[in-house]
């Protein structure tokens, strides 16, 4: 059956309001009951009689009332996908007795179980999986949940809002009743039920009031929920104090679970997580696991006003919440990372953060932007709302937000949420909404300007590139900057016709330094709003060096053909803006790293190690800012940057540079390592996980080389790890550089023990995965411990071997590509979400050089799948 396409233009609103909702769980794991009461009005004069059509999907009804008198089927009418009920007027009570199988769904949408427990997920599309309802983010109501269960089993069952009754009923059984003070669209219910340790703390809002946090976790677990409790103590200080915004509940619960399919769930009053962004302790979590917890935790509740008070129309409008929560969660971490610390530390900590940011960006999202999925943040169509998770809708999404943040500056940014929030609390708006709001701030800023143009960041996709060309007169003594923006049409773009692209407005921030490396014009951002336009610059004294696109201040790609190689170098080293600095470098490297790649013979350029060097010996930078200056780009990192891919090319590239460099600079590296080893107690902080990933940085290159002094501290530091960063990250290198029987030996041991926790051994997995060849790969699916009903495994698993082992994924014969296309089958019927994800992993097939075969394999999985997710995602691929 061929998929049906959604259009953003045929919204029309809902015919009914659902004034009140109460449902009311009779819980039981094989089969739960549920019985839904809404009072419902028409919107329509009573003359007029509307069906009421509701969604419903994988569960029976089994029977409806109207007004408390019983309905008889031939009174509604049933499909697989609705509920109708036809002639609806006035006021009106309907009653919907239902079932569903929590035990058997392995979807993880709707009611599912994770080890004993059940749990929800509503958005986007999951509550009709619970019960028959206008499943639509802009029908809000007022929910009462009442859930009975065993006790035993389940002594905590938990809703959104207040519990306002808990009392004992026979057989062992009890019940709960949940009041939600706020009303809400149905993709934030939540309910929760099962034995957890529970972590409690309470905090006095700005306003006085005292208000109670929970964090649930599984049996064993407590421990590992203190960072996310301070995390989510630090979230709401910090939306008091930079937002003003306060919480609204006097209770706010997270949840942690094992099986969940994406990263966590802004449910309203009770969050659920992924119990890999919600559990740390040094132990068993990484540096990088404290500073996503602390990202997540800050995201899901920044949602509570970003998402939840001021919701989605309707799912094209995803962006509004999305993209405005991923800034207010990046610069979250981003005055985490820099709180306490001098100016100029706190300058290079948010430039870290920012690098991190923009690297996610340009490595998923521009490769997103320009292939089968391209799609604007704002979407026009699609077929499985699911789908549309991207890094474009929330990482563009959230460059977007910044956009308008720096065009309006930090007081009139704040202004305009202000007017946001008073003119659509507790409303379900559009993206349109939320620029109005800005722009009502940027007209009284400047007056006869507006943020018109400013929207088409939010209609059209692809990522614009900027050329830049300069003329330099040095007897008038100005500079003249010529800037013209070009964006082809992407995507489903390319099938429109009689349409053209409008320029984008670009807010683009730039500064100009001297050939000695002075700065000669502080940072100032220009305005790029027409296809082309000039800017010019007088009393620039001497020839100018000019520092492009600071901080990143526009999501777009910068063609500046006149600069040279020695600019570039200068820049590296010498600009007083954080972010460029480490851009110039950056694309110093890539040009280098691509180069070698399609000259293998040829050798690594004296600038690059000369760079290194400088900044291998500059220690007055804090130990992260020199971490990110002393990394080589990703090698997927590369892939946007190239016409045709050869990740295998690329890689061999890859390493010989860091070989190089390692033996080039080997004393300055362990110097450095030297400096860095581990410390006798272990911080998450910041300045700590710089230190360490200082010292992995100094291993790698000197292990790739086969120094044996560095192996043999690889292993030291491995076997006598106080915390797992400095496990894992040793492990990995043992695991890439080391000899092969203390590779087998620690991978066994490690493995041995951490078996029983599945967070742990999802490391395990995914390095073992990093490193495999095919049959390793097929033995690691058949491990009794590898399973794909959990998502977080099948990442490990599929995800790492997919996207970090070039080596084998791409070997020419394909085995990597059947590999892939078996797991999708596969998944497809466990779960149709993570089995779209991961179809995903080709969508760039058209730019690689086995595109043929990596094309057959699509092929493979366009016949062998059912699920309209996965569908979606490889008739994309292939139809463009
Ligand atoms: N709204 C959630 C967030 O961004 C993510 C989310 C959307 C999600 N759909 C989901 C999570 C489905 C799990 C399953 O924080
Ligand atoms: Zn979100």
Redesign the pocket.
Known sequence: MANSTIYRKDYLPFDFDILRVHLCFDIHPEKTYVTNTMNIRSKHSSDTAHGLKLNIQDITIDKVFLNQKELHPHEYQLSEQFLEIPNCQGDFELTVQSHCHPRTNSTL?GLYESNQSLFT?C??EGFRRITAYPDRPDVLSSFTVTIRGDKQRYPYMLSNGNLIVSRDLADGRHECVWEDPFKKPCYLFALVAGDFDVREEKYRIKSGKEVLLQVYSDKGNYDKTAWAMQSLIHAIEWDETRFNLELDLDRFMVVAVND???????NKGLNIFNAAYALADPETATDASYADIEAVIG??YF?NWTGNRVTCRDWFQLSLK?GLTVFRDQEFSADMMSKGLDEETAKSARAVKRIDDVSVLRTAQFAEDKGPMAHPIRPDSYEEIGNF?TVTVYEKGAEIIRMQHTLLGEAGFQKGMNIYFQRHDEQAVTCDDFVDAMDTVYREQHPGKSLERFKNWYSQAGTPTVHVRTEYDDKAQTLTLHLKQTCPPVGLETKRENWVKQPFHIPLSMGILNEQGQEILPTQVLQLTEAEQTFTFDQIASRPILSLLRDFSAPIIINYPQQTQAEKVLLALHDTNAFARYEAKHQLAAQEIIRLSQAPDSEVSPDLIHIWESNLLNPSFDANYRFVLLSLPSETGLYTMVKQIDPIAIHQAHQKTIRTLGERLKTHWQTLLANHLPTASYQPDFISAGRRALCSKALQHLMAIKDPHAIEQAIYIHEHANNMTDAFNTLALISEYGPQEVKERLLAAFYQKWKDNPLVLNKWFSLVARHADQTRIRELINDPLFTMRNPNRVRAVMGSFCTANPIAFHQSGGQGYQFWADCVVALDSINP?VAARMARIMDQWKHYVQADRMKQSLQYVQQHTHSSNVQEIVNKALNI
């Open positions: 949408m997920q958005e986007a969940f399919n994406m990263g966590a769930m802004e995201h899901e949602h999305e998770y979400e």
